[in-house]
């Protein structure tokens, strides 16, 4: 009979943290091609959103229409 194990939500959050952090180390290494699920992507970062909103790329054109 086999014995079931009882794992909890933290437990499997820690395994994956411990994945992620090991992928993320290979990642560093030259050569190697890490292979990340969309779930440990976004974790990293991958899909932070950082670009500039219209207004602020407005604000920031030098020779804009709206001078003058």
């Known amino acids: 009979m086999k014995q079931k ?6 437990d499997d959050k820690a395994v994956a943290d ?8 290979d990642a560093m290494t030259p ?3 890490s292979e ?3 779930d440990e992507a976004e974790r ?3 899909f ?13 054109c030098i020779d804009s229409e709206h001078e003058g």
């Open 48 to 60: 932070e959103e950082d670009a500039l909103n219209e207004a602020d790329a407005l604000d920031s």
């Open 5 to 10: 194990i009882n794992r909890n939500h933290s």
């Open 31 to 33: 050569g190697f091609a």
């Open 36 to 38: 990340f699920d969309p």
């Open 18 to 25: 411990e994945v992620l952090i090991d992928k993320l180390t």
């Open 44 to 46: 990293a970062g991958a």
